[in-house]
């Protein structure tokens, strides 16, 4: 009986806590953000409201919502047209140098972004993209490409070649088996792979804020400025607007998600 | 191949490949060029900067790492354990919820909470916990870092080491229960070693993106000395302008960044 007490209040502890941990700076973004005004030391706010959150979607926060957004989905567009054909010719056809290939979309994992991009901005500056929305863009399909290429080629690897084969059998041509037959059974793993990249790029920071800067805004960057200037209301609007698209897709697609695209969203 | 077929599959590959070799691999071999460049001249001054400069800031990130990765591995071990013996789905997801906030939010969201005068403050005072007139802080600190990495890779590290605590069969842990062994018991001698190769595998990606964190550091970070790398590398060439120190700390990062690759290739060739 007692076991059974120790046992009830050991998971209620582990309840608590974790609920704690993980809601405690998400539920202070969400008190600043209705938080009219608040003189220290009160221990809430004096005055609350919706007087941030009108004044802020008048402002800049929606300019840089909508060019983050607009940046977001030309990224995820052109990354896509891109890397679905390479992606199923790595995982189908014994290309040449194909380790090579894959190493240089690899390697970008491995090492630090930041230094990295520090440089690559000075290239785009040289060809007169940086400060530019196609800089910014160019920039985000650096990761967004690494990304893709690896998810699109381990899914079409997990489609069985022999139903491909069956087609060619029965006269289909490489390129019509390709569209009526590995195409629609990718299709999960593509959207998967497409939000991914969507995500990723909504999200970018380093490399927005360095190639980016100060003409090209996007929703982190304005987030950075706005909470290291301790706008303190405005920046936590501008983070639950940013969560918003990641937890939709966590609640609408969690049971649907493998642990490998959900341990990738991790890495965002 | 036929030459055709060549052909089209150099029409692919060329234009992705051209943006990350022209965006990655060309700026990547310029840090170690631009890293002995100083007043357009070869020179190991950037280097000795390094070394007079910031020492102190490669000690402190690495063990803001280490002490992170300790406790996000730690607490994983155990958490899974029970969630993978005893079974908890309602705390199972609540730990996915940090893979979809961005490490901006992350950064921002504890920023708040733990600002002298942040949100836990004021809850703690609530409880007479502490004095609001000398508040303490954890922002600004080395402890606001370690917090915020954690929060954001314990969801990684749960994901990934509970993967691999459920592909252990159930039969073993069923022996294990007959002759009486523990919950602890089955997490030491039978999840933990049979889950070993995942959890080094995830062990040296999370200690490489917390040595690479940049957005966490320069929000929750203390804005002096010592900083994290990657906040050093941006505070060089924001207001000093000076590309060959950045770049020569871009080196030290990515000569860090092998390292933990080169242990991890070594632990995996060993098991094999």
Known sequence: ?268 | MRRSARLASLAIAAPPLAIVVWLFFLPFLSSAHLSFQREGEWSLRNYYLVWRLYKLDVLYTLGISLVSLMLVVGIAILLCGYLRIVGYRPVEFLFKIPLFVPFVVVGHGMRVLLAPRGTLNSALAQAGLIDLNDPPSIAFTWAGIVVSLVWKNLALAVLLVLGAYRAVDETYLEAARNVGASAFRQIRDILLPMAAPSLVVASAFMFTSMLASFSIPLMIGSGEAPQMLMVDVFYRINYQNDLGTANALGIVSYLLAMGVAGYYLRTITVKS
Request: glycine letters at 6%; a positive charge.
């Open chain 1, 1 to 268: 009986m007692s076991r059974g007490v120790a046992r009830r209040s050991l998971r209620a502890a582990l309840a608590v806590v974790a609920f704690l941990f993980i809601f405690a700076p998400v539920s202070s973004l969400v008190i600043w953000s209705f938080t009219r005004r608040w003189f220290w030391p009160h221990p809430f706010p004096q005055e609350w409201g919706l007087f941030y959150w009108k004044q802020v979607l008048q402002g800049d926060l929606f300019r840089a919502l909508h060019s983050g957004f607009l940046i977001a989905v030309v990224v995820t567009v052109l990354t896509l047209v891109l890397t679905v054909p390479l992606a199923y010719l790595l995982a189908r056809y014994p290309i040449p140098a194909k380790p090579l290939i894959l190493m240089v979309f690899l390697l970008p994992h491995a090492f630090p972004q930041l230094p990295v991009f520090v440089n690559s901005t000075t290239l785009l500056y040289r060809v007169n993209l940086g400060g530019k929305f196609w800089g910014v863009v160019l920039i985000h399909m650096v990761g967004a490409l690494v990304y893709a290429v690896w998810t699109m080629t381990a899914v079409f690897k997990s489609i069985p070649e022999s139903l491909e084969e069956a087609a060619w059998n029965l006269g289909a041509s490489h390129l019509k088996s390709f569209f009526s037959v590995a195409l629609p059974l990718a299709t999960p793993g593509l959207i998967a792979s497409t939000l991914l990249v969507f995500l990723y790029s909504l999200d970018e920071f380093t490399g927005t804020l360095l190639v980016g800067s100060p003409f090209v805004l996007t929703l982190p960057v304005y987030m950075y400025r706005t909470s290291v200037g301790y706008e303190l209301q405005v920046a936590s609007i501008a983070a639950l607007i940013l969560m918003l698209p990641g937890i939709l897709l966590l609640v609408l697609l969690e049971r649907f998600l493998k642990a490998e695209y959900l341990s990738m969203f991790g890495r965002l």
